[in-house]
């Protein structure tokens, strides 16, 4: 290894933005995002840093989260904001950054490692570092969306989510959790209450264009559909979501259609047991990194 890898520090807080911004422009983390994500995660965060001759050349980070996996509640990680400098690549720096992860992550008692692989990570996950392919859950849109009967908005989360309970594998969202990653975020993030449930709706900028997203949805999904439409702001174009299982038909009734574009999830076995099933998993767009 021509490189020394490191646990990250925070005077190296410009090189990781840099890092971010070099690989995906505006759709970057902001530095304020950053802060949000890494030092306020409840669960917890690892970081590292591969450098050579005293300069970063690649960054990447676990976030740590509890879950419930076959019924018993365990913390899990995720590999997530990961690149490295161009003039690097080829040298093994992500797979290096990685493996350190998961031995620390391991040591901690971590049970699995997760993450949504983007293009270029994806053969290193399954390759080099014997990562599973577990699903492809297929993204959908719906095209100017307009306005409807609004739901009442969510000020703070001070009750858990209680209807989660009954998903398969699943993130915890306890009201800590769902006020760190919605209502605390930088991120623009609208929360409402309808049906007995939530949902959360986000707007961002994406590849140039404003999006929306159905960040988050617990509970009856066509009235909180509804909802999150109603609550998209003018001039954005598209509003996306990940239909779970057996939501299919609530999202065509309210004009969604599949995409082509889907999450690449896999996963991998630390101190646990990773299950392969894609019936025994249950995501949202919010619980990624990158929307």
């Not at 509890?66 to 080829?90: C, N, W």
């Not at 630390?270 to 299950?275: C, K, Q, R, T, V």
Request: with cysteine.
């Amino acid at each position: 290894m021509d490189y020394e890898l490191a646990a990250y520090e925070p005077a190296q807080r410009g090189d990781y933005l840099r890092l971010l911004r070099d690989a995906w422009s505006d759709d970057a983390l902001t530095g304020d995002e950053f802060d949000w994500w890494f030092a306020r995660n409840p669960a917890g965060s690892l970081m590292s840093v591969a450098t050579d001759d005293g300069q970063v050349i690649g960054v990447a980070s676990h976030s740590l989260y509890r879950m419930v996996l076959g019924g018993k509640e365990q913390v899990a990680s995720f590999s997530v904001h990961a690149t490295t400098a161009p003039a690097a690549r080829g040298r093994g720096v992500f797979v290096g950054l990685e493996r350190k992860h998961e031995e620390e992550a391991e040591g901690r008692g971590v049970a699995v490692v997760l993450a949504f692989a983007s293009a270029p990570t994806a053969p290193l996950f399954a390759g080099p570092l014997g990562w599973t392919e577990i699903a492809r859950y297929r993204i959908w849109a719906r095209a100017l969306p307009f306005g409807g009967k609004r739901a009442e908005p969510v000020q703070s989360f001070d009750e858990d989510a209680d209807a989660a309970s009954t998903w398969p594998n699943h993130i915890v969202r306890d009201a800590e959790y769902l006020n760190w990653r919605y209502l605390d975020s930088p991120r623009d993030y609208v929360a409402y209450r309808a049906a007995g449930g939530y949902a959360v709706v986000g707007h961002k900028r994406h590849r140039g264009r404003n999006v929306a997203l159905v960040a988050d949805l617990v509970g009856p999904p066509r009235r909180l559909l509804r909802a999150c439409i109603a609550g998209v702001r003018p001039g954005t174009r598209l509003v996306f979501g990940v239909p779970a299982r057996g939501q299919e038909a609530a999202y065509l009734s309210c004009g969604f259609a599949p995409t082509p574009r889907s999450l690449h999830f896999m996963g991998k076995a630390l101190a646990g047991a990773l299950d392969p099933d894609p019936r025994a998993w249950r995501f949202t767009l919010g619980d990624t990194d990158f929307f």
